[in-house]
């Protein structure tokens, strides 16, 4: 098991390159360039079709292949894996600070402050998807929990998580009794819009960035709230506990025995993946009927999306437990030291391509189309993060995030070591 506490601690400061957790900045790295292949879906089309795929957009041939695979293998499970990392972060961070005498709280809370004024600017002035004011509010939260023993921290996890997914199951039982005007509302703002809300929907899109603003600020609003209440506080909090059980564990530091690992990916592959499949074949086979797809169907992905979790980290650990592909854990280990950036470059990039403030290609690349855009970030992450992190310590918003965080400049280049002085020859 890891002790958090027995890490190597320098300061109370930020982490040092040498303090790192390789196998965690993998992973990390793995997760956040898998975000980016369902993020594109809500970057690219109107925002029911990443609920809905037959809302918008050609499903067929290889778009539908693409839109398939990623059900499979990406929806839900990124995002969650980004939760546990998160959560074994706090634990992590607030270890380490307490370990060398100080208090955690002040710094802890004035990160996840600066972590919500952050979503709010991404949230509000660029896209809606933001997750970061998510991850501050159930930061805050999760801080409290730091001590608990890893079962609990999983049991407890994995029973928040659950709150969602009830309160799903009951609006399915009580939708029948909701008022037309309600149902009929909620069909076009979220599942299938009318003609004339899809035409509203692609023209603001393509306006100018004022033009999106108001718009913009209103489906934030409700992200905010409505969709914290009902989904994503319950979820990202209750991963975080899981974060920081499987992080005490061992499991994130590839310290678990290799198969352990090797259950993971067994229980993904040939247990999460046909829960999955069938669930897309019971959507399918119920015409993506609001009520039925998205309250119920939408379980089946709910639940063995986790399982799929298990598949994606016992295939990283265990790559890092033997030291395969070095190459490649070196990029994808500095594409996850630099995740804040390559999350908000995602928007940046993503929004200009799309958004009438740049290119104003909303609503008109395919899904194959998108995915090919993907891979080109991908690439591009992939070569820039280890050129970047050679040079300097931290990426652009991670120096700006911990600056404010600890309330002074973070040196920003790495220093050069100075030359070795040979010692002088005996007589």
């Known amino acids: 098991m890891t002790n958090p506490a027995a890490l190597p601690v320098v300061s109370a400061g930020p982490v040092t390159a040498k303090e790192r957790i390789q196998s965690i900045d993998v992973m990390r790295g793995v997760a956040l360039l898998g975000i980016l292949a369902m993020n594109i879906q809500d970057f690219s089309m109107i925002g029911q079709a990443y609920l809905n795929p037959t809302a918008y957009g050609d499903l067929h041939g290889l778009n539908y292949a693409v839109w398939y695979v990623c059900m499979l293998f990406a929806d839900l499970k990124f ?10 972060g706090v634990l992590l961070m607030t270890s380490r600070i307490e370990a060398s005498g100080r208090r955690s709280g002040p710094i802890h809370y004035r990160r996840m402050g600066w972590l919500a004024l952050f979503g709010c600017l991404h949230g509000y002035l660029l896209w809606t998807g933001d997750i970061l004011f998510t991850y501050a509010l159930s930061g805050m939260v999760a801080y409290l929990s730091r ?41 076009e703002t979220m599942w299938m819009p009318s003609q004339a809300d899809l035409a509203k929907d692609l023209a603001v899109h393509r306006a100018g960035w004022l033009g999106e603003e108001k718009a913009r600020a209103i489906e934030n609003l409700g992200n905010q709230i409505q969709g914290n209440i009902f989904l994503a506080f319950w979820r990202a909090y209750g991963l975080m506990l899981v974060g920081m059980g499987l992080f005490k564990l061992g ?20 247990v999460g993946i046909p829960i999955i ?9 119920h015409h993506w009927d ?5 309250f119920l169907d939408f379980q089946y992905n709910y639940w063995a999306s986790y399982l799929v979790c298990l598949f994606w980290i016992g295939l990283v650990m265990l790559i890092c437990q033997k030291e395969w592909l070095p190459g490649v854990r070196r990029r994808l280990g500095a594409v996850g030291r630099m995740a804040f950036t390559n999350y908000l470059t995602h928007t940046i990039v993503c929004t200009f391509l799309f ?19 993907v891979l080109a970030i991908w690439t591009a992450q992939l070569i820039i993060s280890p050129w970047w992190l050679d040079h300097f310590q931290f990426g652009p918003f991670e120096w700006i995030w911990r600056s404010l965080t600890y309330w002074r400049l973070q040196p920003m280049r790495k220093q050069l070591a100075a030359p070795a002085i040979p010692a002088p020859a005996e007589a």
């Open 79 to 88: 995002m969650s894996i980004f939760s546990m990392l998160f959560g074994a």
């Open 355 to 373: 958004y009438g403030w740049g290119l104003g290609f909303f609503g008109k690349v395919s899904r194959a189309g998108q995915f090919g855009i």
């Open 147 to 187: 001590k608990w023993r890893p079962r609990t921290l999983i049991i407890s996890g994995l029973l928040f998580t659950a709150v969602s997914s009830a309160l799903f199951v009951g609006s399915y039982v009580s939708m029948p009794y909701w008022p037309k005007k309600s149902v009929d509302q909620m069909r």
């Open 290 to 294: 609001l009520r039925q797809s998205f």
């Open 251 to 270: 499991v994130f530091s590839a310290r678990a025995p290799a198969r352990v690992y090797g259950w993971f990916i067994g229980l993904g592959l040939f």
């Open 277 to 285: 499949a069938f669930g897309v074949h019971e959507e399918f086979s």
